[in-house]
């Protein structure tokens, strides 16, 4: 794989900042910015902002999601809940743990 990739953000070449002007004088243009590419992979190893990737899954979440569809939710077993109140001279509150159950 190569050192760098492109931003993914469907309009990163839109935006108007300087890092993205390329080309000589009399034919310049906002270029897509390249994606340095390190060891671990996450959404920062194909978008340049948060903005790009908020874009891209806007425009794509129904593809996306067809790729695995839930049909069910999801469920983890966990014990009753226990709530414990505090107080002090002046409010009182209450707490209540949540644990999940040993399997």
């Not at 993914?8 to 890092?19: F, S």
């Not at 671990?40 to 978008?47: D, G, L």
């Not at 809940?81 to 644990?99: A, C, G, L």
């Amino acid at each position: 794989m190569s050192e760098h990739v492109w931003c993914h953000g469907p309009n990163c070449h839109t935006y108007h900042t300087l890092d993205r002007v390329r080309g000589s004088k009399g034919s310049k243009v906002l270029r897509t910015r390249k994606i340095k590419q390190y060891n671990y992979r996450n959404m920062y190893s194909y978008f340049c902002s948060n903005s790009c990737y908020n874009e891209f899954a806007n425009k794509y979440i129904e593809q996306v999601i067809a790729i695995a569809p839930r049909r069910e939710p999801l469920e983890t077993p966990i014990e009753d809940p226990v709530r414990t109140k505090h107080s002090n001279p002046y409010h009182n509150w209450y707490d209540t743990e949540i644990r999940v159950k040993e399997v």
